[in-house]
């Protein structure tokens, strides 16, 4: 079975701060993992994906298969970061099922 | 390109009365979502459909039956509602011989009075 852990329901920072929101899964196969963003009053949308290793709006997150974490980063926190932040988890090869975190919502206070 | 429409945006029903909740993407995705939104408990999947004529169980089926009519569309149906299914319905779709971008819907808040 595939999860996905958020450990964090809440996270506040101030601007300026650095900031990580943390994510643990647990999968048996190969997983393609996720970070979505869900803005007040919009719908979820993509933020990053681990196999593009790219870095957006400055957050990056890198997949260690050993410690089955998916950690997103951003060295520098906005204002206009506060969210809430997904991670999510999809098993490709016949399943083809997109699990999600339980979600953290991110404040980043002026 | 309207992407992923849900309709309605709001519901309130009685318990007991059934409604059907639609979803249709116009992305020629092949897998598509139904997704349930509660506070503190994030998303968590209803049912999906990784191709038309396929659906299967997600962690929160009970209550609910969905149908793939097509590969455009993909249909939640509350048979008999309950207060305990108050909530934000999500749909999404993704193309998975593709990235595997999930695209969502504007979301469904319904209301079991």
């Known amino acids: 079975a595939q999860r996905v852990t958020q450990p964090e329901k809440l996270l506040s920072v101030f601007k300026g701060a650095p900031v990580e929101l943390k994510c643990n899964y647990s999968?048996?196969?190969?997983?393609?993992l996720f970070w979505y963003v869900q803005y007040s009053r919009q719908r979820l949308q993509l933020l990053l994906r681990h196999i593009s290793r790219e870095s957006i709006k400055g957050f990056t997150a890198d997949l260690n298969k050993g410690e089955t974490s998916f950690h997103l980063k951003k060295p520098f926190a906005q204002e206009e970061d506060s969210a809430m932040y997904y991670c999510?988890?999809?098993?490709?090869?016949?399943?083809?099922?997109?699990?999600f975190g339980k979600g953290t919502k991110l404040t980043v206070n002026p | 390109n309207a992407g992923v429409t849900q309709t309605p945006k709001f519901q309130v029903l009685k318990t007991g009365q059934s409604m059907t909740l639609q979803c249709a993407q116009d992305?020629?995705?092949?897998?598509m979502y139904w997704y349930r939104q509660d506070p503190g408990m994030g998303l968590r999947l209803i049912y999906y459909?990784?191709?038309?004529?396929?659906?299967d169980k997600g962690e929160v089926p009970n209550g609910y039956n969905v149908s793939r009519l097509n590969k455009r569309e993909f249909s939640l149906r509350l048979e008999s509602a309950a207060p305990s299914q108050t909530s934000v319905y999500f749909c999404?779709?993704?193309?998975?011989?593709?990235?595997?971008?999930?695209?969502f819907g504007q979301g469904t808040r319904l209301t079991v009075v």
């Open positions: 992305m020629n995705h092949n897998s």
């Open positions: 999404a779709s993704i193309h998975r011989d593709r990235v595997k971008e999930a695209f």
């Open positions: 999968y048996s196969g190969s997983p393609e």
């Open positions: 999510a988890l999809y098993s490709q090869g016949g399943s083809e099922k997109l699990v």
């Open positions: 459909s990784a191709s038309e004529g396929t659906t």
